[in-house]
């Protein structure tokens, strides 16, 4: 395949979005619609450069996470052949097609987009326009036919009329363009329409007069749906996540309520596991063989070894989880939190930036921050690590084998040493020695300073 120059525009604001973010920094299943758009152009060009006006540093910022692109600026929104024309130095300095994607179609498909430029390049055309049919067009432009077959004009939303609003042919708004011809067609473009914008689509009058003109059309309807208000977010929202949730199934992961249960793009999950409805998973999650998810969980970049279980109702954030530990029901394990094998952390348990050695259970009530558990230790219920004293987070540590009874509370810094064991209701301050017992409240008045 040729080698293509692929711009995107995302200058406009889209003031339909109703928000104070430019619309292409709204979020598709946890991915910026900007996010979703760079990466399907870095994956079939050789070079992106992206139309930049409305927030124009958040946006380029944005998109540099999830790939490469130039940026080139728009200063007034003057209308999408404009916004092409800022390109124009990199449209000059290239000779296969140039590709044109907006920031507010994030659906697309590389196959889609494989076939507009291979359909391009097979009959050297000058413009190759990318259609569809939709049952409702409002909103975009229609595309009118001669009896030839051949495209007439696009007239869009803004200038059509009653008989042109009804046609269901659609401008899909993703076209590939000889670059020569794109370059000349630019320079030709006027404003004399509704909007007094200077439309893209308009270079094809230009551009038909010196090498064919071709419409494509694709069954593909998902693909071209742009975003222009919340509703079309949430439409979006609801096709890329059944698109997740079958990728996952046709895998091996068994989904109970796939309408009712919620994966982002970047999640990974090992083939025989089961996620019960409810469920939420975010981020960089990665799931194991044979693990559990139970209903109404949420797992934002959570890694969790294999047949790990997390019942009913528990989150678990930037935390990893190895084989064979259950987690839950109603346990919050957040960020630096990191448990080993064969552990158990029952219900209404906190974990923050804490280590548990294999093997040891926190069962019931506890809360667990900035400590080292050893292995094989056992948290009464009610446990309470008292990690900040107003000012400063200070650590716990216990080594192997600790029993701690219930209700204790653990006023860090302190450690329990190997095999020790604290009498229920304990208050412990100090450190305790290794083979040891300690029990008893040790609160004495103190004059404050
Ligand atoms: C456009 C097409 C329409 C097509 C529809 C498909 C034109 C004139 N119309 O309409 O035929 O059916 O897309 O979704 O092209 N942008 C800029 N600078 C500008 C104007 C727009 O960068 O000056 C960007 C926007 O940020 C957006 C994209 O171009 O990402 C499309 O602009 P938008 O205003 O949404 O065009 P539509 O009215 O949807
Ligand atoms: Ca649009």
Same mark, same amino acid.
């Given at each position: 395949?040729?080698?293509?120059?692929?711009?995107?525009? #995302?200058?406009?604001?889209?003031?339909?979005?109703?928000?104070?973010?430019?619309?292409?920094?709204?979020?598709?299943?946890?991915?910026?619609?900007?996010?979703?758009?760079?990466?399907?152009?870095?994956?079939?060009?050789?070079?992106?450069?992206?139309?930049?006006?409305?927030?124009?540093?958040?946006?380029?910022?944005?998109?540099?996470?999830?790939?490469? #692109?130039?940026?080139?600026?728009?200063?007034?929104?003057?209308?999408?052949?404009?916004?092409?024309?800022?390109?124009?130095?990199?449209?000059?300095?290239?000779?296969?097609?140039?590709?044109?994607?907006?920031?507010?179609?994030?659906?697309?498909?590389?196959?889609?987009?494989?076939?507009?430029?291979?359909?391009?390049?097979?009959?050297?055309?000058?413009?190759?326009?990318?259609?569809?049919?939709?049952?409702?067009?409002?909103?975009?432009?229609?595309?009118?036919?001669?009896?030839?077959?051949?495209?007439?004009?696009?007239?869009?939303?803004?200038?059509?009329?009653?008989?042109?609003?009804?046609?269901?042919?659609?401008?899909?708004?993703?076209?590939?363009?000889?670059?020569?011809?794109?370059?000349?067609?630019?320079?030709?473009?006027?404003?004399?329409?509704?909007?007094?914008?200077?439309?893209?689509?308009?270079?094809?009058?230009?551009?038909?007069?010196?090498?064919?003109?071709?419409?494509?059309?694709?069954?593909?309807?998902?693909?071209?749906?742009?975003?222009?208000?919340?509703?079309?977010?949430?439409?979006?929202?609801?096709?890329?996540?059944?698109?997740?949730?079958?990728?996952?199934?046709?895998?091996?992961?068994?989904?109970?309520?796939?309408?009712?249960?919620?994966?982002?793009?970047?999640?990974?999950?090992?083939?025989?596991?089961?996620?019960?409805?409810?469920?939420?998973?975010?981020?960089?999650?990665?799931?194991?063989?044979?693990?559990?998810?139970?209903?109404?969980?949420?797992?934002?970049?959570?890694?969790?070894?294999?047949?790990?279980?997390?019942?009913?109702?528990?989150?678990?954030?930037?935390?990893?989880?190895?084989?064979?530990?259950?987690?839950?029901?109603?346990?919050?394990?957040?960020?630096?939190?990191?448990?080993?094998?064969?552990?158990?952390?029952?219900?209404?348990?906190?974990?923050?930036?804490?280590?548990?050695?294999?093997?040891?259970?926190?069962?019931?009530?506890?809360?667990?921050?900035?400590?080292?558990?050893?292995?094989?230790?056992?948290?009464?219920?009610?446990?309470?690590?008292?990690?900040?004293?107003?000012?400063?987070?200070?650590?716990?540590?216990?080594?192997?084998?600790?029993?701690?009874?219930?209700?204790?509370?653990?006023?860090?810094?302190?450690?329990?040493?190997?095999?020790?064991?604290?009498?229920?209701?304990?208050?412990?301050?100090?450190?305790?020695?290794?083979?040891?017992?300690?029990?008893?409240?040790? #609160?004495?008045?103190?004059?404050?300073?």
């Amino acid at each position: 395949m040729a080698e293509v120059l692929t711009i995107i525009l #995302a200058a406009g604001e889209g003031t339909r979005m109703n928000s104070k973010r430019n619309k292409v920094l709204h979020e598709l299943t946890g991915k910026p619609l900007i996010g979703h758009v760079v990466e399907l152009a870095n994956e079939i060009s050789r070079q992106t450069v992206c139309v930049i006006g409305h927030q124009a540093e958040m946006v380029k910022e944005t998109m540099l996470n999830y790939g490469t #692109a130039e940026f080139v600026y728009q200063e007034n929104q003057l209308g999408t052949g404009h916004a092409v024309l800022q390109a124009r130095e990199y449209i000059s300095s290239h000779q296969g097609p140039v590709l044109i994607l907006y920031g507010d179609t994030p659906l697309m498909s590389q196959e889609t987009i494989s076939r507009l430029i291979a359909g391009h390049g097979e009959k050297n055309a000058g413009m190759t326009i990318l259609t569809a049919e939709l049952d409702d067009p409002a909103g975009y432009g229609r595309i009118v036919r001669k009896d030839t077959g051949e495209i007439e004009k696009i007239v869009e939303e803004h200038d059509t009329d009653d008989k042109t609003a009804q046609i269901k042919e659609v401008n899909s708004g993703i076209y590939c363009f000889s670059s020569k011809l794109l370059l000349k067609s630019l320079a030709q473009l006027e404003n004399d329409n509704n909007q007094g914008e200077y439309y893209l689509p308009e270079t094809m009058h230009y551009i038909a007069k010196k090498a064919p003109l071709l419409p494509l059309f694709t069954e593909r309807t998902e693909d071209i749906l742009g975003i222009n208000d919340r509703r079309d977010l949430a439409q979006a929202e609801r096709i890329l996540q059944r698109r997740i949730i079958n990728e996952h199934l046709d895998k091996g992961v068994t989904i109970k309520d796939p309408t009712r249960t919620y994966i982002e793009a970047g999640v990974k999950i090992a083939p025989d596991v089961t996620i019960y409805p409810g469920s939420y998973l975010r981020g960089e999650t990665r799931i194991g063989r044979d693990s559990i998810i139970g209903s109404n969980c949420q797992l934002k970049n959570a890694v969790l070894s294999a047949g790990v279980e997390v019942r009913q109702g528990s989150i678990i954030m930037d935390s990893e989880v190895d084989s064979a530990t259950t987690v839950g029901p109603y346990a919050y394990l957040r960020p630096g939190t990191k448990i080993a094998k064969s552990c158990r952390i029952g219900n209404f348990v906190e974990l923050k930036k804490s280590q548990v050695g294999e093997g040891s259970k926190v069962p019931h009530l506890s809360y667990v921050g900035d400590a080292n558990l050893g292995r094989n230790c056992n948290i009464g219920a009610g446990t309470i690590f008292a990690n900040y004293d107003g000012e400063k987070k200070h650590q716990t540590s216990l080594a192997d084998n600790v029993f701690i009874g219930s209700n204790t509370t653990l006023v860090a810094p302190v450690k329990v040493g190997k095999n020790s064991s604290t009498g229920a209701g304990s208050v412990v301050t100090k450190d305790v020695e290794k083979n040891s017992v300690v029990l008893g409240v040790p #609160a004495r008045f103190y004059k404050k300073k």
